[in-house]
């Protein structure tokens, strides 16, 4: 990867073209588009019909686009740190939103364009993505400016449009002097739910309005390379668009993403565009982790070799047409999300030529080995046919085992982020269900040993939370019945104890000791299978105090203190806790 031929090849086809020489001088910038929760297949580059996405078909049609490009991981924080650091999550750590920041020790795509002497700035628009978390590395400006005080409104993760983030993006790159070249990271987090399109694309969708939110970060899309363009920085900026993950939008029974590894939410686009980069379709597996390689050397950027030491490769050669040495190479997928959250198996997998193969280490079938399952996304796109072929399948787990190890023993240190009550109550916003706050880290040497699959059990995350809203709404027969079907269901993990907990918990609000116990019982067994969830705790104390037994329901609250630092209120409470103990009143 080295900097000079690029250099002077750009130079000279500079000269030859229409744009002259004044601006070719300039080294190559770099402009990095991530859409949060985006779908390949609802642009219409990729097939879909009255899509409402010109400006990214038009980049498509201008550049290579990548037919089977993969996420690492379907979770906004593990995904871009794959993106900016050209490593899968067994080597960068971070495994879910909010619970560690990326060490400083890895290696950004910020930080190398940096030292090669561009100018740096990130504008996201998501919490997940906040400064906190250690992507800001490397960037002399991040734009991580919310609006408001996190978890301002329950439910709803702390983010801005897209209009706000393009506008401070085009301001950035319009106070750039004309011979200063750049790497700016632009996050639009719009098509993440709840789906809540500006009211143009909310009529022109209203049957549909997460492809509402994907129009309409299109325009805005528009609008930021329409500035690129008057700012003469069209032919020497490398454009590279793809989506962190995809939204499963009910498919294989996930509602929204982070818990399956199926291609609605592994399966990304990809679209790269600029100098260098002719029009093509590149129907090879590619994976994020290539993206950062694939950048610097577009922009003849030297990073030593730093972004492909952990599988990443620069797909330059794939986009001019030179698919020589691609084939039978292994992208890596995962999700820790399942075990994080509900104590089931991660899944891991792999993609490599036309295969999906996807094991979940920690849950074993009937043969005493992994459950796992093999698919053929080319020629089976909704992955409704798991195929039985054996050979690639024992091939393809014996690939994985070697690659997990190998990773594994590359891991960056991490950095634990312990987070202040108002990001704890962000982070429980975020949606991804009972995220109340986790302050544990996955070690991934820990299988447990007779997890169950999240495949088999997926129908219980809805279940849970319907349990919790019916409770606590008072409808306790609708949430009585909801419990017994996820009684039925036997999901294992901790989940059953938390919705037997929150079940009886809010009955026990409305008088009944009994159903305070038994609230109690469960969500003590709760904390002892995952003592690292805050909200469990919390509830248990709730439960003991109602008992009126006050010194173990302080306990409780002094072992949630331990895992976050509290907020005035919570301190409060917990003083008052105290006298009550101390008086015994
Ligand atoms: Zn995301």
Known sequence: MNAAPWCSAALLLGCLGALGCVESARPRSILLVTLDTTRADRLGCYGRAAAGTPVLDALAARGARFERAYTTAPITLPAHASILSGSPPPHHGLRDNGLAALDEGVETLAEVARRAGRRTAACVSGFPLSHLFGLAQGFEFYGDDF??????????????????????????????????????????FDAHDPYQPPAEFAQRFAADPYQGEIAYTDQQLGVLLAQLDALGRTADTVVLVTADHGEALGEHGEATHALLLYEATVHVPLLLA???????????????????????????????????????????????????????????????FPRLHYGWSELVGLARDEWKY????????????????LFSPASDPLERSARADAQPAQELADVLHALRAELEASAAPLTRHVATADEMDALAALGYG????????????????????????????????????????????????????????????????????????????????????????????????????????????????????????????????????????????????????????
């Open 358 to 373: 996807v094991a979940a280490p920690g849950a074993r079938g009937a043969d005493g080995r992994a459950r796992a399952e």
């Open 147 to 188: 609006g408001g005080a996190h978890g301002a409104r329950e439910g709803v993760i702390q983010e801005r449009r897209a209009d706000a983030t393009v506008r401070e993006a085009g301001d950035w790159l319009a106070r750039l002097a004309p011979d200063e070249s750049f790497f700016l990271w632009v996050h639009l």
């Open 434 to 585: 009972g995220m109340d706050v986790l302050a544990e880290l996955p070690s991934a040497s820990a299988d447990s040993p007779s997890a169950q699959d999240p495949r088999l059990v997926v129908e219980a995350v809805p279940l849970l939370s319907a349990i919790r809203a019916q409770a606590g709404a008072g409808q306790f027969e609708a949430a009585e019945r909801a419990l017994a079907r996820l009684e039925a269901l036997a999901p294992g993990g901790i989940v059953l104890h938390e919705a037997r907990g929150d079940f009886h918990l809010a009955r026990g609000r409305a008088g009944s000791r009994t159903d305070l116990e038994r609230a109690a019982d469960e969500f003590a067994a709760a904390t002892a299978l995952k003592p690292g969830r805050r909200g469990l705790w919390l509830r248990r104390s709730e439960a003991l105090q109602q008992l009126g037994r006050l010194a173990e329901a302080l306990e409780c609250i002094d072992h949630a203190l331990e895992l976050a630092p509290p907020t005035p209120q919570f301190l409060e409470a917990r003083e008052a806790l105290k006298k009550r103990v101390e008086t015994g009143r």
């Open 274 to 336: 600029g100098p260098d980069v002719p029009a093509r379709v590149v129907p090879t597996p590619v994976s994020h982790v290539d993206l950062a390689a694939t950048l610097v050397e577009l922009a003849g950027i030297d990073d030593g070799g730093a972004f492909s030491r952990h599988g990443g490769r620069s797909l330059a050669p794939l986009a001019r047409g030179d698919a020589a040495g691609f084939a039978a190479r292994p992208l890596y997928l995962e999700t820790y």
